[in-house]
């Protein structure tokens, strides 16, 4: 039982070949900090870092990358929607920051990566952790609301997908024009490597009484956060087995430094779910996994796919930090062709 419950406080976070190095209007965002910067993560070229204040008074971290392709100002539908991009525990927004944010702008999309409070260089709130799925997902749509122009695609990470979900479920269940005005509209939502609807307990179970010493190395990688002393043990938590090790090195770095408080209380997390289920088809939805996952099973990317009446895409030789590991590109081009049938 004590194992039960470290693992279930758990269960946040993504594989394969070759990996690469790597605005909008601007009311109330703050464009520069005196401060040394918390996570040293350097910014690739044409990408820019933002803070967004948020109601609370608190500012949140976003960078942010435009799409470099000419768009045809004839062309009413050559108008690509902005991607929202939302990471998971130990992460921020670095981690779309190394490939898909390049990957993504050079195909006319423009581009924000999100880091939730507490995490990267965001401003951290007070108490113990972070925020719940009610704050968080009411930080992303003040966001959209007051920087985003068009209705994004919101792109989101294990944890970051659930989020997301919450996100739709207050889109579509709300008919009061204040609460669809403060959740606004999308274009669509991605969920990659999604924790599912019901949260983790249902993997958590399946991995006691099916893989019980990969229940103990998760517990340990995540709740007792070996993962960030480990070498191996975070190559498997997150990457793909090619991995390089001094790109494990450094991710592992950029994470520990990311993440200054968890993401959620977990127990009063899973005590409010599942999320508010929707309509079937009420929103264009990818359901993304990755086939060498060592967090989120099929079972779980089937749960999800079920849960929204779609059939889940599960990506080969990817890992659960689908965006950097060595295969990163796959699901990138995934999406990539998900995006391109919407716009049509």
């Not at 990755?290 to 089937?302: H, K, P, S, W």
Request: hydrophobic content about 40%.
């Amino acid at each position: 039982m004590a194992t039960l419950l470290l693992f279930s406080h758990t269960i946040s976070l993504s594989q394969p070949n070759l990996c690469f190095p790597g605005r909008t209007k601007k009311p109330r965002a703050v464009l520069s900090r005196t401060q040394k910067m918390l996570v040293p993560y350097e910014l690739k070229q044409g990408q820019t870092r933002l803070f967004h204040k948020l109601p609370s008074g608190l500012n949140m971290e976003v960078i942010v990358q435009k799409g470099v392709v000419e768009k045809d100002p004839y062309d009413r539908n050559s108008e690509n929607p902005p991607l929202v991009f939302v990471h998971g525990s130990y992460h921020a927004a670095w981690c779309w920051a190394e490939h898909w944010l390049p990957f993504f702008s050079a195909f006319g999309f423009d581009c924000y990566a999100l880091s939730l409070l507490g995490q990267g260089e965001s401003d951290a709130p007070s108490g113990s952790v972070a925020g719940t799925l009610q704050t968080h997902a009411s930080d992303v749509a003040d966001f959209i609301q007051k920087k985003v122009s068009l209705p994004p695609v919101l792109l989101g990470h294990s944890f970051g997908g659930l989020i997301i979900q919450y996100y739709i479920a207050n889109v579509k269940n709300n008919q009061a024009i204040e609460m669809e005005s403060f959740y606004p509209k999308l274009t669509g939502a991605a969920l990659v490597c999604s924790v599912p609807p019901s949260g983790n307990s249902g993997l958590v179970w399946r991995y006691l009484f099916t893989k019980p010493i990969a229940a103990f190395k998760v517990t340990r990688s995540l709740a007792a956060k070996a993962f960030q002393t480990s070498l191996p043990l975070c190559k498997e938590t997150f990457f793909s087995s090619t991995m390089e090790d001094q790109l494990v090195l450094r991710y592992q770095a950029l994470m520990r430094e990311s993440s200054r408080m968890p993401l959620f209380d977990l127990r009063k997390l899973n005590a409010s779910l599942p999320v508010p289920s929707i309509p079937k088809g009420s929103v264009e939805l990818l359901v993304l996994g990755a086939n060498d996952d060592f967090i989120v099973d099929a079972e779980g990317l089937r749960e999800t796919g079920q849960f929204y009446g779609v059939s889940p895409v599960n990506v080969e030789q990817v890992a659960h930090d689908m965006m950097l590991d060595c295969s990163w590109e796959k699901g990138a081009k995934v999406i990539l062709s998900w995006l391109t049938a919407l716009n049509k």
